[in-house]
């Protein structure tokens, strides 16, 4: 008999912890962050403080390289890393993907 009850023991054991890390994974999952509102109202909402940063040259709503993930892509002229470091990685639930596109001009009209 103490060999039984050992073995239901480490079995509970195994259950009880199981569920544990089932239950943690499930909570980090719902945490993070979802859009609540459309990404075109996010971006007009936030285009003027990125815009202000150094180096940016515009903002879009764009998708992620999945194709299927919206995000906020900000243009930089140039490469820098402080004005990257000022760039939110997320932006009410969006991520922001930052890329180098060089100035960025109107062209004449022909």
Known sequence: ?????????????????????????????????RPNRDINVVLAA????????????????????????????VMLARKNPESERKIPRMIDGYPVVIQVTGTIRALDRP
Do not use: F, W
């Open 46 to 73: 936030h285009d003027k403080e990125l815009l202000a940063i150094a180096d940016v040259v515009g903002v879009y709503a764009g998708t992620l390289q999945d194709s299927q993930t919206p995000c906020l892509r």
């Open 1 to 33: 008999m103490p060999h039984i009850r050992a073995t239901v023991s480490v079995s509970l054991v195994v259950l009880v912890l199981s569920s544990i890390v089932v239950c943690h994974q499930n909570m980090a999952q719902s945490t993070s962050p």
